[in-house]
């Protein structure tokens, strides 16, 4: 049959990928964004957006309408990130969620203390400082949450877990970060004093 | 509910995500606990610091075109046909069916418009209300302090890419308390102070982020009303706790007075 060729080719059309564009192309600076903090890399960052705008864009007819593009493109990044180097190194180092919770249980915070000042006046190098020492479980969770200002239904779509850890993992990396912000405060004032 | 506020709930309300239930019961327990306030306070300000902090990366100028051009050539190589003479016989064929689907792509293309507008809006709701949340909680005053919109709008002076009027005559209990110079999306905002009655209210007056034009919308978000608005190159968003006719009232007088209307 010589015209199955042209059968298998014509499933592409131009407007398909017109479509893909105009959804995606809008989306890439969060996605370099996320893929920075996730690579610590600028060429890693780059490579990482690049294959996942690939892998996307061919398997744009997978995506059903009317669902949630934008978790579903983040899904993609994460998933190749998941299986790139960097992210192969980082899953060895990935704690399970109860180690998370050990490292920052909850209440480690005693919220009687007055901290709206201390996180009023942190400046950027104390926040960025705070997210770099986030575990990677922890600084996608708060990435997609905080930064992407995604619902929890969204991130547990893109992360593919249960609402439930997505909530426990938002609790523990703000508890992380207020810990980090506390920390970092106290040696700035030992070093002024 | 008599116990602290969990530090789930706490993330929740935060984020948005607690139901009109558990919004309200929260909203009661926090109305008399000064404890789960500040905890809640220092919640929303990490939330808003991290946001902002969390954007930290630009993209790198030319990816998008490398992208672009990289998307059509990997189209164009998978639909590169391989023998012609097919492609003729099956032509008119496929002229018939590209009209078919033609129109259902332009279908899901403005479908999928509607759903990328609306989360956008959703994200500029979330964005101005824990702006309007921060500046509550930050207790400070305004950055310019004046009832004098002769006062307010000058000091907007190449702090802003564009320009604003402000209303004259507002209603006997609505005031003007002052502005901030604020950031969304990276863009410097005007975020314009008034008092309804006992409420805070505040008004941002952005650069319109797409050339379509915006008819009036209403939403809520953590318990606090939100109106928006476009007019010109402006986009008018407003966010208290006030009646929500109130607020639209304040929001069409601000609207007005840009077309001089």
């Known amino acids: 049959m010589t015209l199955l060729s042209w059968k298998r080719e014509a499933q592409k059309p131009g407007p398909q990928a017109s479509a893909f564009e105009d ?28 294959e996942s705008f690939l892998k996307a864009l061919r398997g744009f007819a997978g995506f059903e309408p009317g669902t949630n593009f934008k978790a579903w493109i983040f899904r993609i990044l994460r998933n190749t990130y998941l299986t790139s180097r960097t992210g192969l190194e980082a899953t060895r180092t990935v704690a399970l969620e109860e180690e998370l919770d050990e490292q920052h ?14 996180i009023r006046l942190a400046d950027r190098a104390m926040l960025h400082g705070a997210l770099e020492k986030l575990p990677p479980p922890l600084l996608e969770v708060i ?51 | 509910m008599t116990d602290h506020i969990s530090q789930a709930n706490l993330n929740a309300l935060a984020d948005g995500e607690l139901s009109s239930d558990q919004l309200s019961l929260v909203n009661d327990h926090l109305a008399a606990c000064p404890a789960c ?78 759903e990328l507008a609306a989360l956008e809006y959703q994200a500029q709701v ?16 305004p950055q310019v302090v004046s009832s004098d919109r ?36 990276n863009q410097p905002v005007a975020q314009l102070l008034y008092t309804i009655g006992r409420h805070r209210v505040s008004v941002f007056l952005t650069e319109k982020r797409s050339g379509e034009p ?38 069409s007088l601000i609207k007005n007075v840009q077309t001089g209307a």
Not at chain 1, 169 to 182: D, G, N, P, V, Y
Not at chain 2, 214 to 222: A, F, I, L
Not at chain 2, 223 to 246: M, Q, Y
């Open chain 2, 37 to 114: 306030t500040s905890a809640a306070l220092v919640q929303t300000l990490l939330k808003t610091n991290i946001a902002k902090a969390g954007q930290r990366y630009a993209m790198p100028a030319g990816l998008e075109e490398r992208l672009k051009r990289l998307a059509r050539s990997d189209t164009a190589g998978r639909a590169r046909p391989s023998r012609r003479s097919a492609i003729t016989g099956w032509a008119t064929a496929a002229a018939i069916l590209l009209v078919i689907f033609s129109g259902l792509i332009l279908l899901l293309q403005g479908r999928r418009r509607s």
């Open chain 2, 150 to 185: 002769h006062t307010v709008k000058p000091w907007f002076q190449g702090k802003l890419p564009f320009s604003f009027n402000l209303p004259d005559n507002l209603p006997g209990d609505t005031k003007l308390d002052g502005a901030n110079l604020t950031y969304l999306h």
């Open chain 1, 23 to 50: 959804l995606a192309l809008p989306l890439l600076p969060a996605l370099h964004n996320v893929a920075f903090w996730l690579t610590r890399n600028a060429t890693d960052a780059e490579d990482l957006v690049q």
């Open chain 1, 143 to 193: 990435l997609l949450c905080d930064v992407e200002e995604m619902k929890y239904k969204e991130i547990a779509v893109v992360l593919e877990i249960p609402i439930g850890t997505v909530m426990s993992r938002i609790a523990r990396a703000r508890t992380a970060l207020r810990k980090s912000l506390q920390t970092q405060n106290t040696q700035a004032r030992e070093r002024g004093a």
């Open chain 2, 214 to 251: 915006t008819g009036e919308k209403q939403s809520e978000h953590s318990g606090f009303k939100v109106t928006s608005v476009g007019v010109g190159e402006l986009d008018i968003v407003a966010v208290s706790d006030v009646d929500p006719f109130r607020l639209a009232e304040l929001v």
């Open chain 2, 126 to 141: 979330s964005e101005v209300s824990d702006l309007h949340i921060a500046t509550l909680a930050a207790g400070l005053g």
């Open chain 1, 105 to 118: 249980p909850e209440g480690a915070i005693d919220r009687q203390t007055p901290e709206i000042n201390l």
